[in-house]
């Protein structure tokens, strides 16, 4: 690790200075650059905004974006390391990577990764970069401007309000609404991020002291903080669709059952993921969001840029691009995108204040008050333990 | 003409064979073995032992995931070859091989991933079937059944079937044009015995030699598909070989190890029911001699082999539900459960650009040609190069051309990746390219070979004695008179590549976005429509060829009567 | 130009010879017969002397055309045309195309040989048929037509292989009239094999009877 920080320290006495002077290197570098874009490709309305995004780059700065559809960010950084086995560390295949908690903490522990970039970056000054911002802290990883961020996620619940009434109030009162709509409910499978989401949101109002989950998880306190969680779950799981022995892979697949009417709740990481799937046509009319009393978990989706990536002054251009207010409003636009926006409204200028004020709504979207506290993820190794209980527990 | 023609010819087709198919097989197991082993130094790992058998077997539900590998490969394969030899009987008489071949066409044309969506859609408690049965039943909500995804891999036995039991027929078909059929039926009844009966005692056992590679490749297509497996079978946990893909793609890049073992534990799978195969011939040739000896006429057979023709009916009722389903969704904006129909349309799906299918396209369309193209020219140059030694095929060169279909993909599709990637060709076209010719090469050889072998010897021996050299008589004579078939053949070779979706995955690095990658990656999705749109293009297109193979040779032979209408 | 066989014998790998060592000379315009029961090697021997026996075939004397050893050189080579029982046509091929394909090299120009094979085909009595189908024509015209074909080739001999016997009894004759005038014509000695007597009449040449090897030599 030694050699790679001292490159970081370097980089970062000589970056500042000459800012001005690099970044256009940067873009001269870039001009005529494809990136190749490792993304989820399971959204479609995301997919579209990663080519209007590639529009725009190509149009501006002569980089264009190929997305590399992945159905797990996983695929993504399998191909990076089996580069570096290949003693590939140049001119990789992957230029960029919509990434997060455990993906990332993988990535940066095996200096797979290349950086620090994100002070590099122009748009950077409309960050909070402080040190316990969503922005500098990854899944309780410090991000150390290895990875740039660029959409705001928050966990919530989504329902069809014309079959039900009042959606639970609670992660605990989930057992009593699936005990009185039998198969009516079920949650990605825990090997899918959002799936593990699932039981960590259980898990931080289930767990005795939700301040334990900010440390590492050890042999030590795990029994202890999740013995609530199974019972729960235990209690829970009889009553899920298929009797709790199958799940959705993730969560299309899951809002999919929903517009189906296979079942009548959902879950997503995008507060604004239900009015766009309407707009979309990909779920009724009726459909709307909530959460639970304590507020849900809420994290920042990142790009990063790996160690050998080929293309990687198009990369830093892109991510650039990514956080121009400009393009963060036409990203919450309900029309395109609806994923909140991860700049400082304290470092905006007025215009571009005006321009996300000026925004239309739609009556599945979810003003931020209604969508209560934001939770602190728990550190990454408990969702790897929980991921790996919950299958030696219910995988026969 | 001399024994030494052509020598040079069949020396350069086995060099590259051996070089460009032998050896990545050969190499990527190889690879694959000793990361089973433990050796893997780009990973650090040098110690050769037994670790990543026990990380492997310390997977849970690693056994479950075997024991549904076994049991739906085996069962899928068994129910479509008893389904098929039923229908046979019955069908063989009533069409014309050629008639048989349109019919099957697009149950053939279309991919297991394309098939295996549309599936889906149409079985799932909320989908096409029970639609149409809500209003009849009274269903408020889909019922809470295990249909799709089900723990016992019946969708995935389902799909499976859908696939090979209209392979199993063409084959059957093309193996009974062999055998004096007619008479052999003609003399069964005349001595007193039921149709199904001759059919079994008289003639399966002679078309069975015929069959027996065929049944092999769909008994190993079937114990290791991912496609398939991945959308219709079992989630928790899923088949060996959709388990393995995901381990292989794990963040921890220590998974390849175990991945790797088991990765051979899946070859070994294969091979346990080949060899289970083997005895269940031995058996049966037993147990079937002293059941013909018996003399047994009774007519029971009848309503077996009705039932297996019903059966056969509604699989392929079910699988053009299934391509119809994916069309419909493609052009529908909502169709929401309970309608039997959508309720508002749209071309958006197909006009959108964010959707991509345009680059998707035109990246399959590249390598189904290249792919075809090669394949094409090393069947012609191996077969010619028979011809001019005027020499039959030995049995290791038949087994050969069939080795790429019997190992089951997972097993050297990741070794031979490294390999590429050592080569710097990993995550390129070239890297797809030779991964997928692996496979279309033998279907294209396979399906050239025997209409090659039909053909009249007299057309090449009148024209040498007129002068033609063995050049002018290959591009004068025989490739012009085989134009149909080798059409055919480049319409199978287009469908093979178009279906790959493992070694386009792996060896392209994920870059390389073909139809097949993104309908499968977008199964996962949540938008059918977009779904559809890929899965309608990945269909049609092989369908397509299918059609150009038909309609080429009858426009280019118009006024010849004897090629325009030759047989499929 | 004559065609020349000495001790000629075909054999297979450690079997005897299929017949006795065979001895002959045909001069230009002369048509030798070779008769004997099936399966005793007649369509072998016109292999040899053709070059398309099988490899499994070992061949022992020698053939000369004019003089000159021909056995080395391939089927192509040798200048010996071969007609068979069937007219064989290249289904592909319209009716003048095949004359086309046969029509030796050393006539050049589009135009004459295409005027070469109009001259070949009202020859055989199949004038204006260029373009036609060859499926279409009947038995009798296809014979004509496989005939011309191998004629145009500029055959030095010629090999016939029962090339009458699948025709109607009425048009057999014409078409061994029609055959034979034109090899005297042209002067190319011609090995035939047939079953049938008359063909071995209407010939006016030698006849020699295969007959099985009884001992290996």
């Known amino acids: 690790m030694r050699p790679s920080l001292t490159a970081a320290l370097v980089a970062a006495l000589f970056a500042t200075p000459v800012l001005a002077d690099s970044w256009q290197d940067t873009l001269d570098a870039a001009r005529g650059q494809t990136v190749y874009w490792n993304a989820w490709g399971g959204d479609e309305r995301t997919n579209a905004f990663i080519a209007w995004v590639g529009e725009q780059t190509s149009a501006r700065h002569g980089v264009s974006v190929r997305q590399v559809k992945l159905t797990d960010t996983a695929e993504a950084v399998t191909r990076v390391i089996s580069e570096k086995a290949a003693g590939q560390d140049q001119g990789g295949s992957v230029d960029m990577i919509w990434i997060n908690g455990p993906n990332f903490l993988a990535m940066k522990e095996q200096g797979l990764l290349h950086g620090p970039f994100v002070a590099d970056l122009p748009n950077a000054q409309y960050l909070d970069l402080s040190p316990t911002s969503a922005n500098s802290v990854d899944f309780t990883t410090s991000v150390d401007g290895m990875e740039s961020p660029w959409r705001l996620a928050k966990f919530v619940f989504n329902y069809d309000s014309a079959r039900v009434d009042a959606p639970p109030a609670s992660m605990a009162a989930f057992v009593d609404w699936a005990a009185d709509n039998p198969g009516r409910f079920t949650h990605p499978d825990p090997s899918n991020f959002m799936g593990g989401t699932f039981l960590k949101q259980a898990l931080i109002e289930l767990t005795p002291d939700a301040s334990v989950l900010q440390q590492p998880a050890t042999d030590g306190n795990y029994d202890a903080a999740t013995a609530p969680l199974w019972q729960w779950y235990d209690a829970l799981r009889p009553n899920l669709w298929r009797k709790g022995k199958a799940f959705p892979e993730n969560q299309s697949v899951q809002q999919q059952l929903m517009n189906d009417g296979e079942i009548d709740m959902a879950m997503s990481f995008d507060p604004a993921s239900t009015a766009g799937a309407i707009a979309e046509g990909l779920l009724p009319e009726s459909a709307r969001v909530f959460v639970p009393e304590g507020g849900t978990i809420g994290n920042v989706s990142f790009v990063a840029i790996p160690y050998n990536a080929a293309n990687r002054e198009g990369a830093m251009v892109v991510a650039n691009f990514l956080l121009d207010p400009a393009t963060q409003a036409h990203m919450q636009n309900i029309e395109v995108l609806g994923s909140y926006a991860v700049l400082d409204p304290a470092k905006l200028s007025a215009d571009a204040r005006a321009a996300f004020d000026a925004l239309p709504t739609a009556p599945a979207l979810p003003d931020l008050a209604s969508l209560g506290p934001t939770l602190l993820e728990p550190h990454a190794s408990w969702m790897e333990r929980l991921t790996a209980d919950w299958a030696k527990r219910y995988t026969r | ?568 | 130009m004559s065609l020349c066989l000495t001790d000629l014998t075909v054999r297979l790998k450690k079997t005897p010879p299929l017949f006795p060592a065979l001895t002959l000379c045909i001069e230009p315009g002369e048509v030798a017969t070779v008769m004997g029961p099936s399966g005793v090697g007649k369509s072998t021997l016109l292999d040899a002397v053709a070059g398309l026996l099988s490899p499994t075939f070992i061949l022992s004397g020698q053939i000369t055309l004019n003089g000159v050893d021909i056995s080395p050189l391939p089927a192509e080579a040798r200048r010996i045309g071969l007609m068979f029982q069937d007219a064989v046509l290249f289904p592909h091929l319209s009716v003048g195309d095949n004359l086309a394909f046969g029509l030796s090299r050393t006539v050049k120009g589009r135009r004459v040989r295409r005027d070469t094979v109009q001259e070949a085909l009202t020859d055989a009595g199949l004038p204006g048929m260029y373009d036609r189908d060859p499926a279409s024509l009947s038995g009798g015209q296809k014979s004509r037509a496989a005939l011309m074909r191998t004629l145009l080739a500029d055959p030095a001999a010629l090999l016939l292989d029962e090339p009458f016997s699948k025709l109607d009894a009425g048009l057999r004759d014409e078409m061994r009239g029609f055959t034979f005038t034109h090899i005297r014509k042209r002067e190319i000695p011609t090995l035939m094999v047939t079953h049938d007597p008359e063909d071995a009449e209407a010939t006016n040449g030698p006849i020699i009877t295969l007959s099985k090897a009884e001992t290996s030599r």
């Open chain 2, 1 to 568: 003409m001399t024994a030494r023609d052509g020598r040079g010819l069949r020396i350069a087709v086995l060099a590259v064979l051996a070089l460009g198919l032998l050896g990545p097989i050969a190499a990527g197991l190889g690879q694959t073995a000793r990361a089973a082993f433990g050796v893997m130094p780009e990973l650090g790992a040098v110690d050769p032992g037994l670790g990543p058998w026990r990380e492997l077997s310390s997977i849970p539900g690693l056994w479950t995931s075997v024991k549904l590998t076994l049991w739906t490969g085996l069962a899928a394969t068994l129910l479509s070859l008893m389904l098929a030899v039923g229908f046979c009987a019955v069908a063989h008489e009533r069409m014309s091989n050629s008639a048989a071949a349109r019919w099957l066409t697009p149950f053939l044309a279309a991919p297991h991933a394309a098939m295996a969506i549309g599936l889906a859609f149409v079985l799932a408690p909320s989908g096409w079937i029970a639609r149409l049965l809500a209003p009849l039943m009274g269903w408020g909500n889909p019922p809470d059944l295990a249909i799709v995804n089900d723990p016992w891999g019946i969708a995935l036995i389902l799909g499976l079937m859908v696939k090979e039991v209209p392979f199993l027929l063409l084959v059957m078909l093309s193996a009974l044009t062999q055998i004096p059929l007619r008479q052999n039926m003609a003399a069964g009844r005349m001595l007193g015995y039921g149709r199904g009966l001759v059919w079994m005692k008289i003639i399966a056992p002679q078309v069975w030699p015929l069959i027996r590679l065929p049944v092999m490749v769909v008994l190993a297509y079937a114990l290791s598909t991912v496609d398939m497996g991945l959308i219709l079978g079992p989630s928790n946990p899923p088949v060996l070989a959709v388990l393995l893909t995901r381990l292989f793609s794990d963040p921890d890049i220590a998974r390849i190890l175990p991945a790797s073992a088991g990765a051979l534990m899946q070859g070994l799978l294969v091979a346990a029911a080949f060899a289970l195969l083997w005895l269940a011939e031995l058996a049966t040739r037993r147990l079937g001699l002293w059941w013909v000896r018996g003399g047994g006429r009774g007519s029971s057979a009848e309503p077996l082999l009705r039932a297996a023709t019903a059966l056969v009916m509604a699989l392929f009722a079910i699988g053009t539900l299934a391509m119809l389903s994916l069309v419909i969704w493609s052009l529908a904006w909502r169709w929401p459960w309970p309608a039997a129909l959508p309720q508002s349309w749209s071309l958006k799906a197909w006009g959108s650009p964010g959707a991509g299918w345009a680059h998707a396209l035109g990246n399959t369309l590249l390598l189904a040609g290249a792919t075809t193209a090669i394949s094409l020219t090393l069947a012609i140059a191996w077969l010619e190069g028979e011809d001019r030694a005027r020499r039959g095929r030995a049995a290791w060169a038949e087994a050969l051309i069939y080795l790429p279909l019997l190992v089951p993909q997972i097993a050297f599709l990741y070794g031979l990746n490294i390999l590429f990637l050592r080569l710097g060709i990993s995550g390129g076209h070239v890297a797809v390219i030779w991964a997928q010719a692996l496979f279309v090469f033998p279907y294209v050889m396979i399906t050239l070979s025997d209409p090659w072998r039909a053909l009249d010897p007299r057309l090449t021996r009148a024209a040498a004695s007129l002068g033609a050299g063995p050049w002018r008589r290959l591009f004068a004579v025989k490739l012009p008179v085989l134009a149909m078939p080798i059409l055919t053949a480049a319409a199978i070779g287009t469908a093979v590549s178009v279906a790959q979706y493992l070694p386009t995955l792996f060896m392209g690095a994920g870059r390389v976005a073909t139809l097949t990658t993104e309908a499968v990656t977008l199964s996962s999705g949540s938008d059918r429509r977009v779904t559809g749109v890929y899965a309608s293009l990945q269909a049609g297109l092989p369908l397509a060829a299918y059609a150009a193979a038909f309609l080429i040779p009858a426009l280019v032979h118009r006024d010849r009567t004897v090629l325009k209408g030759a047989s499929a």
